[in-house]
């Protein structure tokens, strides 16, 4: 065991201890070690980012009073501007439409952060689409009920009442929905499988501790379904390189893709087809860990407070999603040029005289959605079942 902040030096007269690593103790972390020793010396770092992230008490997700958006660690879409919101609200209309505009219309949102994008969705609806806003049955579902609190707090605010359910109590339903499923930085906030390619077998990085400190340890797969998910797939990481494996994003689609009797599913995210996210020069993976917008060096440092990311496997989710179609990927930029961006900021240059200061912003926004290196280079993965992907307005770009 190294020097650690657990030192006792009451006992052992000023023994070398790591002071520094006091600063970077999280309330999580000796539970962590004490789950660590209770698994016989390691977990997945699966379990670990479950906890990080969703220790119901002190994960990132889960814990009382997240900050979002600007004053917190990164910025999401929704959190830019609600343009975003009104243009996937457009989006909805017209999968509403396409579905024989159904008198009961289910729009589900799936970790729903703050609940601004629903809002921004709703608040579109009412506005310029009052037929479909009758017929819109909104339900935010989420996996702690912290969040659940603060978003029902947030859409009552702007006037609007949605179901607030935890997703595992609401896909415990029986009944089936027609609607649409949307989602945007949900499945990339899943916890993932680390593994490395050496040679013909596949490794598997578990979490280990030392006294109060966390570190990887190789060891051999800790599911068949790591390598089934390959086996699936018809390939490989490169020889030597980390890889996440989403098990729980693949379980996530599987089961949210099984309560649509008829509709859409809509998920916006970070992440490519497996041929892209596991191509032989890709030699570290995408795991980013995340505090006040910089990236951080240790995705094991200080759990529960940094947030951790990975980019999804598109195709992987595709095909959990069983008796959908699914289209051709498309960025961000391309979805929401389809759906109108150019057009609504031709038409707010209009009154750029009256409010420059307005329109400088407005365009900021739509730059800050598209930008290539950014929030643009998300991808979404439209899947539609019992209702046409053709022409799709958000596909425009692609299929025409
Ligand atoms: C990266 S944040 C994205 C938030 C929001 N969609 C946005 O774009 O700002 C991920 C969200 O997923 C939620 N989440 C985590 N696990 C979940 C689960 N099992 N079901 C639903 N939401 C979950 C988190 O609480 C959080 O609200």
Redesign the pocket.
């Known amino acids: 065991m190294t020097a650690s902040a657990d030192t006792n030096i009451e006992a052992d007269d000023f023994a070398l201890a790591d002071e520094f690593a006091l600063a970077t103790r999280t309330p999580l972390l000796p539970l962590l070690v004490g789950r660590i020793e209770a698994a016989g010396g390691r977990i997945t770092f699966a379990e670990f980012m479950a906890q990080a ?2 220790h119901p008490e002190h994960g990132y ?1 889960s814990r009382a009073g997240l900050t ?1 958006g600007r004053d917190g660690d990164y910025e ?4 830019v501007h609600p343009i975003f919101g009104y243009l996937w609200a457009r989006q909805a209309l017209e999968c509403w439409q396409r579905l024989g505009e159904p008198s009961s219309f289910a729009l589900v949102e ?5 609940g601004v ?1 629903m809002r921004a969705m709703l608040t579109w609806l009412r506005v310029r689409a009052p037929r479909c806003f009758a017929a819109v049955r909104p339900v935010m ?4 009920p912290n ?1 659940l609190v603060d978003q029902r707090t947030h859409l009552a605010g702007a006037g609007f009442e949605a179901e607030h359910v935890l ?1 595992a109590d609401w896909l415990a339903r029986p009944d089936r929905i027609t609607g649409v499923v949307i ?4 499945f ?3 916890p993932v499988h680390l593994i490395r390619r050496d040679g013909e077998t596949l490794v598997e990085q578990y979490v280990a501790h030392d006294g109060d400190a966390v570190h990887f340890v190789d060891g051999p797969l800790s599911t068949p379904a790591i390598e089934a998910y390959f086996a699936r797939l018809g390939l490989q990481p490169g020889d030597g390189a980390l890889a996440e494996v989403g098990l729980a994003a693949s379980e ?1 689609m599987h089961a949210l893709a099984s309560k649509v009797e008829s509709g859409y599913v809509l998920s916006i995210d970070y992440g490519y087809p497996a041929r892209d996210l596991y191509a032989s020069w890709r030699r570290q993976g995408t795991l980013m860990a995340f505090r006040r917008h910089s990236p951080q060096p240790d995705p094991l440092a200080e759990p529960g407070r940094l947030d951790l990311t990975v980019h999804v496997d598109f195709t992987s989710l595709a095909a959990a999603a069983e008796g959908f179609a699914a289209a051709p990927l498309v960025s961000q930029a391309e979805a929401l040029m389809a759906l109108g961006l150019g057009d609504a900021l031709r038409t707010a240059s209009q009154h750029a005289a009256a409010d420059a200061q307005r329109f400088a912003a407005d365009r900021r926004a739509a730059e800050v959605l598209c930008e290539p290196e950014g929030l643009g280079r998300i991808r979404v993965l439209a899947l539609a079942k019992g209702a046409s992907l053709d022409g799709l307005r958000c596909l425009r770009s692609v299929i025409g």
Do not use: I, K, Q
């Not at 999401?76 to 959190?79: A, D, L």
């Not at 799936?110 to 703050?114: D, E, I, L, M, P």
């Not at 989602?183 to 949900?186: A, C, L, W």
């Open positions: 992230l969703g997700y979002w999401t879409s929704p959190e799936v970790g729903c952060g703050s994008f579902l989420d996996g702690h969040r997703t989602s945007n930085e949900f990339d906030a899943l996530a």
